[in-house]
T-cell receptor, first 114, second 113 residues
Framework: GAVVSQHPSRVICKSGTSVKIECRSLDFQATTMFWYRQFPKKSLMLMAT?????????EQGVEKDKFLINHASLTLSTLTVTSAHPEDSSFYICSARDGGESQHFGDGTRLSIL | GNSVTQMEGPVTLSEEAFLTINCTYTATGYPSLFWYVQYPGEGLQLLLKATKADDKGSNKGFEATYRKETTSFHLEKGSVQVSDSAVYFCALRQPNSGYALNFGKGTSLLVTP
């Protein structure tokens, strides 16, 4: 089946640093990838839609300069949290669309900012 | 706008009990409906889906029927197992929305031996 690899699974870093999260589709090409943020005991909130070779489309309220998204190839999208602060601590999940309707999710990245 | 409302958890059941997790939605037109499951420390996995009214999605003993008249997509399982303990998310996808999903808040299920 379709596999999406998300890396790293967990990261702890100091306030002010930038953190890059990778999302790879391992056995299919993903023209569209999605980035979600999950707060404790809350739903997944769509942050942005990433299309290969074009700029990401951000949801209302998501800072483009804070959460940089790059979708450089059909199998890789990256989310960089710039100058991270404790309020950015969260669980970030990516998903990739396989050309049909199905989305395949990565295992998520637990980001903790000290 | 589109929204999904799920029953609040946590839901605690004994093994072999019957499970129902309610899900209702608000959307225009005819969205596709999904149930995803998230096991501890993992990402989401598609459990089942239905794309039109009266469709029944089923997988691993779980079922959900797309009820347009009640705008519902309740998840059911006749006999739960300890391994079913997880968080369950109801979601919808609006046609022509770019394939993004609107999720409910999730319902945590704990099955005890």
């Amino acid at each position: 089946g379709a596999v999406v690899s998300q890396h790293p699974s967990r990261v702890i870093c100091k306030s002010g640093t930038s953190v890059k999260i990778e999302c790879r589709s391992l056995d299919f090409q993903a023209t569209t990838m999605f980035w979600y943020r999950q707060f404790p005991k809350k739903s997944l909130m769509l942050m942005a839609t990433s299309n290969e070779g074009s700029k990401a489309t951000y949801e209302q309220g998501v800072e483009k300069d804070k959460f940089l998204i790059n979708h450089a190839s059909l199998t890789l999208s990256t989310l960089t949290v710039t100058s991270a602060h404790p309020e950015d601590s969260s669980f970030y999940i990516c998903s990739a669309r396989d050309g049909g309707e199905s989305q395949h999710f990565g295992d998520g990245t637990r980001l903790s900012i000290l | 706008g589109n929204s999904v409302t799920q029953m609040e958890g946590p839901v605690t059941l004994s093994e072999e009990a019957f499970l129902t997790i309610n899900c209702t939605y608000t959307a225009t037109g005819y969205p596709s409906l999904f149930w995803y499951v998230q096991y501890p420390g993992e990402g989401l996995q598609l459990l089942l889906k239905a794309t039109k009214a009266d469709d029944k999605g089923s997988n691993k003993g779980f079922e959900a029927t797309y009820r347009k008249e009640t705008t519902s997509f309740h998840l059911e399982k006749g006999s739960v197992q300890v391994s079913d303990s997880a968080v369950y998310f109801c979601a919808l996808r609006q046609p022509n929305s770019g394939y993004a999903l609107n999720f409910g808040k999730g319902t945590s299920l704990l099955v005890t031996p």
